[in-house]
């Protein structure tokens, strides 16, 4: 953590001496003085983190690890008072702003005042920054007892972490299991064997890349795979890559396995060549060979770089097959025109249970668990999430314990504790650890920050990203929005094995929740405690009360009913963020409201999304850094005035909540770029029942238009609009998603002349205020060609021909609008379609007919509540991909055997109701 605290204390260091011109110039030098000391010392900050964390500790070796973590703590608790004295600083400036222009001897007089206001916290700073450099320079001396200060004389191990890894190692003896103790490798040691053997790509050499998280069983598949298909080859290898390797050593390594293979002597001299020697003596050696070439456990992603001009492509049928934690890694081998993928995933619940019996029971009962541990042999099992590392470490360990409910249950309810302590189980713990001391800085908080969340829970990528955002993990990018560079960041926790993918959009295709293993979580957990990153709190756990433990940076509030927990936090550590998760106690939730603003008025984040929060106090809006405030399903009624003076918030999230009306104050946030506001209680447009009265939607003010950073906005009630405020819509023109609803049919015309100038535009939702309403869209000239998604809920004045020209269109959901003209037609030029459905007699004709070559990328089609509608004609070559085909109850349509008669070609297609 010490890694990324000065790392982000840097950035913020870097920011205010771009920003703040106006720090007294002996203060500008001093923070440009610690700014290099703190560069100086980051380059080896990596290094110290993994020797804290990760080196086996004996005898002497613990003294020193001691003093390591010592060490990496002094300098992560500096970091975090460079980032509060810097926040202090600001928020103390922006009490005083320059209010409304004056003139003449009044505006001198304020001007002065001001300047002497705000030279206090100046001079402030200037006494915090000089004590911090103080620290700083002795925590730098400080590091010389433990050769940090050697650091140019030699090489960092940080890119290396896989040396750390000591004691006992389960991986060890993956290589050499036999073929009973192996469960669940069938189905992939097939495929791959498939790939090495392949009669059909004989002559060409090929690449394949065994992917998946750390403990999934890649080293023992790929030996198995080994052993079983090197006596095919010519020639083959085994390389272990794991360790710290130069180019020059993985070349002599590769020669050394194929003279052994052969039981022929090594090559004279290899050991005093160069690289371009050693290169052109593999290539040699291959010209008219075979080769099958095994590398485990690569984490470099340029690795490939380093060997193919090697292993060259002798036309005569090279393998070689890397097990590796990162996508990336096989990714980049992808410049080779033969190349396989195959990604492992955890074992079912099955298969688990029978390795973890195999191990377990292996002795005294064969392989088969006893009834009376049935239960907690599956609770344990369910614990480990499919991973056979942990499996076979757990199940060992078990198999020396005596056979009794007792002692079983005591490892299921301690396995946290025993995780950081049992010489049996420190090893998964380790191997899991590699790949976060493999992250960059910027990426360890963002991983870390799934302990914040409960076990097994799926994270929306919204939230998430959003709170990424908030909390100051995201570093801006050249031509990149801060979403763009947080979507990147995620996809490389997913490429690396670190972060699943818990549900994916059907349209996309892409992330839309996700998580982490649950093992993965308990190891996030202990980081967080000991890098003071994060403190959670659960249940009636008194001992989390000790002000000494209390020591946090962020608290995750999890079901938590001890009210004077937050009354204990240390004021001197300054909390950033809290979360809460499903208070059914409103008292308690109303406390943490009541003394966050006094124990935590540097916070950026508040979370409260389904508590049972009802109310929210007026000094909120003392809380100057705040950044992202959820509201989301509490019982909170209304917003205080105060509201308006957070102006360095990024999302209000207040959707489901009871909040219908946003105070005007709002006008003042400035940075704000989402405002979340609907209730849709039992309201579904898939649903039988469909009722628009049962949608409550915002009422917004004057004003507004001054949110020019908004991107999304939803849901708007027009029902409580005037026109003079509809019209500001027309100033946001950053907005990518706009809902509204209760459209007047006189308003029409303003909004779509708003909606026009919306050029970023990626989403639209607009719905009349009945079914009466007409939506006059015949006043759009034409809509943002940037539109991805459409939805129109009420009849349509006309249907413009400009609406087939939105070739980004992916998404078109018509609602009530009562088409006359057939939609098939109508909108069959839409070529990247990939969802239409159309509800609640959106079509008034008879029949509707898919001909061949139409909506080729279509895979979602709904038709339902179409009270006119006969007959679906769906021809031969029509939607080729179609995925899902919902029909829904339309009185007209034949029934066949209770189920909807649809007809394709000349066979026949049927959909459940």
């Known amino acids: ?98 209010g409304r222009r004056a003139r003449g001897f009044i505006a001198s007089l304020c001007k002065i005042g001001r300047s002497i206001i705000k030279l206090k916290p100046r001079h402030n700073i200037a006494s915090c920054i000089q004590e911090i450099k103080k620290a700083v320079v002795e925590i730098k001396e400080r590091s010389a007892r433990y050769g940090f200060d050697s650091i140019e004389k030699g090489t960092t191990n940080a890119d290396n972490p896989s040396q750390y890894v000591s004691g006992y ?81 993985l070349l002599k390594k590769i020669i050394k396995q194929f003279c052994k293979g052969n039981k022929e002597p090594a090559s004279q001299g290899i050991d005093s060549m160069d690289e371009e020697a050693l290169t052109e003596k593999v290539r040699q050696y291959l010209q008219k060979k075979r080769y099958a070439v095994f590398f485990d456990d690569v984490w470099k992603v340029g690795f490939w770089g380093d060997i193919e001009h090697a292993l060259l492509d002798n036309k005569i049928g090279g393998r070689i097959v890397i097990t590796t934690r990162s996508k990336e890694v096989g990714d980049f081998c992808k410049i080779s025109p033969s190349v396989y993928d195959l990604e492992l995933k955890p074992l079912d619940p099955e298969k688990a249970y029978e390795l973890f019996c195999k191990r377990a029971f292996r002795v005294e009962f064969g392989g088969r668990c006893p009834p009376s541990l049935n239960d907690l042999s599956r609770k344990i099992v369910k614990k480990c999430g499919g991973l056979p590392l942990a499996i076979v470490a757990i199940a060992g360990l078990l198999s020396t314990k005596d056979r009794t409910v007792y002692e079983w249950d005591k490892l299921h309810s301690s396995l946290s504790s025993e995780l950081e302590s049992n010489p049996h189980l420190t090893s998964i713990k380790r191997i899991l650890l590699l790949s976060y001391y493999d992250l960059p800085y910027y990426l360890k ?50 490429h690396r094995s670190l972060v699943q993918i818990s549900d994916v959009h059907f349209l996309r295709g892409t992330c839309k929740a996700c998580r982490v293993h649950d093992l993965l979580h308990e190891v996030i957990l202990k980081k967080m405690e000991d890098l003071i990153f ?43 963020s809290i979360l809460n998760f499903k208070f059914s106690d409103r008292i308690f939730a109303n406390s943490i409201l009541s003394t966050h603003t006094k124990n935590f008025k540097l916070l950026k984040l508040l979370d409260f999304e389904d508590s049972a929060l009802d109310y929210i106090h007026e000094d909120i809006g003392n809380l100057f850094h705040l950044r992202y405030h959820s509201l989301r399903n509490t019982k909170v009624k209304m917003l205080p005035k105060s509201i308006g003076k957070l102006v360095n918030l990024e999302t209000l999230d207040i959707r489901d909540s009871f909040v219908v009306e946003i105070p005007a104050e709002i006008e003042r946030l400035s940075k704000l770029r989402y405002l979340l ?126 609406i087939s020209q939105l070739q980004n269109l992916v998404n078109l959901t018509l609602v009530l609008t009562k088409l006359e003209d057939d939609p098939v037609k109508t909108f069959r030029n839409l070529h990247n379609l990939l969802m239409l459905r159309m509800l609640y007699d959106a079509y008034n004709g008879e029949k509707l007919q898919f001909e061949e070559g139409v909506f080729s990328r279509l895979k979602l089609l709904s038709a339902m509540h179409l009270s006119k509608l006969n007959s679906i004609v769906i021809e031969e070559g029509a939607l080729p991909i179609l995925e899902k085909l919902i029909i829904g109850p339309s009185p007209k349509l034949e029934i066949i055997n209770g189920r909807i008669y649809v007809v394709q070609s000349d066979h026949h297609r049927y959909n459940e109701d």
């Open 1 to 98: 953590m010490a890694e990324t605290a000065v790392g982000f204390a840097i950035d913020r260091m870097v920011s205010l001496l771009t920003n703040e011109t106006s720090l007294l110039r002996d203060v500008h030098s001093e923070v440009e003085s610690i700014k290099h000391e703190l560069e100086a010392i980051q380059c080896f900050l990596k290094d110290a983190d993994m020797k804290a964390d990760l080196e086996y500790s004996q005898g002497d070796h613990q003294t020193t690890r001691d003093g390591v973590k010592a060490w990496v703590k002094q300098l992560t608790e500096i970091a975090f008072q460079i980032e509060d004295v810097i926040d202090e600083y600001t928020f103390h400036l922006e009490q005083h702003p320059g």
């Open 169 to 249: 190692d389960p991986r060890k003896g993956s290589m050499y299991l036999e073929d009973d103790d192996l469960v669940g490798i069938e189905s992939p040691r097939d495929e791959l064997v498939g790939w090495l053997l392949n009669n059909d790509q004989q002559t060409q050499r090929a690449i394949i890349s065994v992917v998946g998280m750390g403990g999934l069983g890649k080293t023992t598949l790929a030996r198995k795979v080994y052993d079983l298909v090197k006596n095919d080859f010519d020639c083959h290898a085994w390389i272990a890559v794991s360790q710290p390797y130069q180019k020059e050593g």
């Open 445 to 494: 908080c963002c991983f870390l920050y799934f302990g914040m969340y409960p076990e097994d829970y799926s994270i929306k990528l919204s939230r998430l990203l959003r709170q990424w955002i908030a909390e100051g993990f995201i570093k801006s990018k050249k031509d990149k929005t801060l979403e763009g560079v947080a979507h990147q960041y995620l996809s490389e926790l997913i």
């Open 534 to 576: 994060c403190r959670v709190l659960s249940g009636n756990d008194q001992s989390t009360l000790r002000g000494d433990q209390l020591v946090t940076r962020r608290l995750s509030i999890i079901n938590s009913s001890s009210i004077n927990v937050l009354h204990n936090i240390d004021q001197s550590f300054q909390v950033r």
């Open 677 to 802: 506001a609907y209730s849709r209680y039992d309201f579904n447009i898939d649903s039988i029942q469909f009722n628009l009265s049962t949608v409550r939607g915002m009422k917004v003010h004057e004003g507004i238009g001054c949110l020019g950073a908004l991107q999304k906005l939803s849901l708007l009630d027009a029902s409580k609009m005037g026109v003079d405020i509809i019209k500001e819509l027309g100033k946001l023109t950053h907005l990518k998603i706009l809902e509204i609803f209760k459209l007047k049919s006189e308003d029409g015309k303003i909004l779509f002349e708003c909606i026009a100038k919306m050029n970023h535009l990626e989403s639209l939702n607009v719905t009349t205020i009945s079914g009466d309403d007409i939506i006059h869209i015949e006043f759009l000239s034409s809509l943002p060609q940037s539109l991805r998604s459409l939805s129109l809920t009420g009849p349509l004045s006309k249907l413009p021909e400009w």
